[in-house]
Structures are given as C-alpha cells and as structure tokens.
C-alpha cells in the first residue's frame, strides 16, 4: 500500500510516538476495505506501539477504520481510505492519539479539554479536497485532546448513498450530533467560537489588552506574511490579524509559477508561510475579522468581535473572495450545487452534467479538471471569445464531454428548494432564453476585493472597491499601507502579492521612522 519511501519517513515520524494505538478496522468484501486493510497494517509494522484490530461492528460505515487511545478513550474514525490529502490527516491522528504534542496554542488545549457537553462531528470530505485536511485536522485534534469528542472523516465520493440523502453538495460539510454544523473551510478557532458559548468575549477582552502596535498586518495571505516577516526583521512590534491564514492559497490546487520552486500546492504553501512567519516574535491573530478602521492619534482597527486593535501604522492585506454571479437563486442554493472549488467539490458530482460560469484560465481550467469525473460540462462565457490561454482551450475543445457557449448571460439559478436542477441564460446575439438542466454549477469569474469594511473610513478605494496605492504601497490615510489582491495592483498573483507586501512593510518602516523624527523635533 505504501511505498518504502514513504514507510522510511513515517518510522521517523513515528518514533515519537508514546503511548500505544489501537487501529480497529471494519470490512466488507469491497477492494476499498482490502487497501484499508493493507494500509493499517503497514502503519502497524512501523512502530511496536501501533496494534491493529478487525471489529466489524465498530461502525455502520465499511470501510472504516477507527484511530483509538487505551490510555486517554478517544477515537477518531475515518470513514473510508484516507489518501490523497487525507493521508497527512491520519498521520497526525496516529501521532496526537499516541500522546504527540497537538499544534495548537496553550490557551486552545486548554478550551478544548474543558468543553464538557457530548460533541459527535461527522465530516463529509472528497479526497481531492485541499480546504478538507485543515478541518478535518482541527477536528481530530479536540477528538485527540478530549474522549467526550468523536470525529468521523467521510469520503463523500465513496459513500454516495449517504451524501445523496443528506444531500451534500459541497465539501467540508460537518455535522454536529446529527445536525449540519458548517459548509467550507473551518479553522479551530471557528470551531471553538461556534462550540463554546463565551469565546468570543473571552477573545475580545484579551485583544483589547493588547500593547500598541508599530505595525498591525491586516490578512494572513501571502501578501501579509510577507510583510510581517519584513516587518519583525526590522525589530518592530509585529502583529498579524486575519480571519485565517493563508487566505485565498489555502484553496489553491495546483501552483507552478513560484520563481525557484518548480510545483507546489497551496496548503503546502501555506503551511511554510505560516511557519516562516512563526520564526519571528510575530503576535498572529487568527480567526478575527476586520469590521471598521479609525483614526486618532493611533489607528485603530475594529473587530467583529467586538475588540479594537491600536497601532502605530497598518498594513492592508485583506486578499479577495470568489466573485459572484448576482442573480436570483445563486444565494439560495449555494452549497446546494452551486459551487466555487471544482477540486473540493467535483467528486461529489460524478457522472452528472455541470455547468462552469467563466472563459477564463480558471474557468476552462475547471472545466478540463471536472471533465474527467461528470458526465457533461457546459462552459457560458459572456463575452464572445474565451480570455483563457490559447493550450487551455485547445485541451477543452479536444474533450468530447465540454461544451463551450459564448455570449451566454446566466440570468438565474434553478432549483427544487434541496438542490441545483439548472439554470437559465440569455443568448446575447439573439436574446433567446434558454434552459440547462445541470446538478451543479461551478462559479469561475474572478475575485472582488475584501475591502467592504473600509467603505466610510479615509481610504481611498476605486469603483471597483480595489484600495489605491502608491509605488510604496501608501493608501490615501497617513500610516495606512495596502498590498496584495485588495489593491489596485493590476497583477494578481502570489508572488507579486508577497513582493507589494515587502513594499508596503518597508513604506510603513520608512513612515514610521520620519514620523518618529518629527515627534522629535517637535518635542525639541
């Protein structure tokens, strides 16, 4: 099942190991429950610690295999072979059952173990999912650090019944004791906020006591690891507060224009920005959203939360979202079958037909990729030529399973109240209506900046919410510094938003040591 490679590595890994695991497997006659078979042994020849055990009556789900603690009674269940991005998922249940240190802060174990209610989390997940490990991850995690919580990862792609009656149309989709809990990407900090009632409160009294700031990054993107990392080399007092890090590249597939690395993939990425980051005395600030930003003699951002962070200057790199369509049904059936991450939610659509809004690289990108699982793609381009790379195209009009309409407006989403059925759309040449009966639709047409909570303040922003910046990454307010896709950057892409995020720490340095010089003067 594995390689000796990857065998080699985990017997490192593993070494760290200390308390024993129990691996307790649930067949059937399935191929599937022979690779979880041979995968649980392999894992079990690679440390004296780990046991495997076959006990079909562990779960209803088969295959499944059960990651259990003798020692502390917890269990994390995976539901089916977790591979592809779910492997690293069940390296790190092995490694935190057998009693290795969770990754998680001291104030967060610490939450974790006193959450005394029964929590029963059901994660339905496709195995090309990118955005899934990380919730999966923070999930088995507290199921690891307290035996009252159970985790069962469920790969959605194999366990269709079940996702069909549930009618999962987008992954992650958790449940919590029976009921659905969250759609999409998660963070621990969002699942503790949702579980414990005064997390919130608890948080905002913590950061209102917070030291001023010399520079306060504002996103957790590229854009804004950069600059906190150029930032706290210059010895300034650094923090970072972002709804979570990595922003947009945490879904990002596949990444294979970052100058001196050949390939990588966005959570891999992400992951060495954020440990980068960690290398310096950087205080991040994850799972707090932006809410208004104000001026006195400091300035002063606002959270959600109800606290306010003081600085002496800011760094805005607060990134972009998937664009909407904006037409009637798209809200009403978002996570119903309309989608926006073809990779995470694919699978859960195989052997339908589907539709992708966009001509893009993105768009066509979308349709190549989800060509290989459903039945039929449909491609509507509103504009009457595709703006995609001349090889994307060529690889779509070569697969007989895409369809590609131009000058197509879509005007409304169709449903039956549960789900997707279909959609309308206006031929602009002819301005026919027309019907597509389709299981999903995979939304492809750019980014809108998340620049809505500085709409009253003093910062310039264009028609299209972009913030406007100069050469050093100064914005309109004195102290206030952009970068990255919120800005008016005309390029938006990961290594030109680190370089505007060095630009703008080193324009924030620059201001903060004229403004000290004046104060100075001043004084004198």
């Known amino acids: 099942m594995l390689d000796q490679n990857i065998k080699n590595q985990l017997k490192s890994h593993f070494s760290a190991l200390k308390d024993p695991v129990e691996l307790v497997i649930a067949l059937d006659d ?105 919730v999966v991850q923070a999930l088995n995690l ?14 959605g792609a194999l366990f269709q019944d079940e996702v069909n009656e549930r009618n999962v149309l987008a992954v992650p989709a958790v449940y919590l004791n029976g009921e659905l809990f969250s759609q999409g990407a998660l963070t621990l900090t969002d699942i503790l906020n949702k579980v414990d009632v005064n997390a919130f409160a608890k948080q905002a009294q913590k950061l209102n006591e917070k030291d001023i700031f010399d520079v306060l990054v504002v996103g957790g993107g590229p854009a804004g690891a950069s600059a906190a990392v150029y930032a706290a080399r210059k010895g300034l007092n650094t923090g970072v507060v972002a709804e979570r890090f990595g922003g947009q590249v945490a879904d990002t ?55 306010t962070l003081k600085a002496r200057s800011v760094i805005l790199a607060t990134g972009a979202r998937w664009r909407n369509m904006n037409v009637p049904g798209e809200a009403e059936y978002k996570g119903r079958g309309v989608a926006y991450c073809p990779h995470c939610d694919g699978p859960l659509f195989k052997g339908k037909p589907v539709a992708v809004i966009g001509g893009g690289n993105s768009g066509i990108e979308a349709a190549i990729d989800l060509a290989n699982i459903v039945e039929h793609v449909t491609v509507l381009e509103f504009a009457d030529t595709l703006r995609a790379d001349d090889v994307l195209i060529k ?100 290594i030109i938003a680190m370089g505007s995020g060095a630009t703008a720490s080193l324009g924030a340095f620059d201001y903060l040591i004229r403004h000290a010089q004046q104060d100075e003067e001043q004084a004198a």
């Open 142 to 155: 507290m199921a690891a650090l307290n035996p009252q919580i159970k985790t069962t990862m469920i790969d």
């Open 253 to 307: 597939m596949s990444i294979e224009n970052f100058i001196s690395v050949k390939a990588t993939e966005g959570p891999k990425l992400v992951a060495q920005l954020e440990e980068h980051v960690k290398q310096y005395d950087v205080d991040v600030m994850a799972g707090q959203r932006a809410a208004k930003l104000s001026t006195d003699n400091l300035i002063n951002v606002e959270l959600e939360s109800g606290a």
């Open 395 to 494: 690889k779509a009009n070569s697969l007989n399973n895409i369809t590609i309409i131009k000058n197509a407006q879509t005007t409304e989403v169709l449903g039956n109240v549960s789900r997707v059925t279909g959609l309308r759309y206006i031929d602009r040449v002819s301005q026919q209506s027309n019907e597509l009966t389709l299981a999903g639709i995979f939304v492809q047409i750019g980014l809108v900046p998340n620049t809505e909570f500085l709409t009253d303040s003093a910062v310039t922003l264009t028609q299209f919410g972009e913030i406007d910046i100069d050469n050093k990454g100064a914005t309109s307010l004195p102290g206030v510094y952009a970068a990255g896709d919120a800005t008016t950057e005309p390029f938006k892409q990961i």
């Open 30 to 134: 399935s191929n599937k429950s022979k690779e979880l078979e041979n995968l649980a042994n392999d894992l079990a020849s690679l440390s004296k610690l780990i046991t495997v055990s076959n006990n079909p009556d562990i779960s209803v789900r088969k295959p499944s295999m059960r990651v259990h603690s003798p020692e502390r009674s917890t269990d994390i269940q995976f539901a089916g072979v977790p591979m592809g991005h779910e492997f690293t998922s069940l390296v790190l249940a092995v490694l935190q059952t057998g009693g290795h240190s969770a990754k998680a802060s001291a104030d967060e174990i610490v939450q974790i173990k006193s959450l005394g209610s029964d929590l029963s989390f059901e994660i339905y997940i496709s195995l090309s999912c990118q955005t899934c490990p990380q």
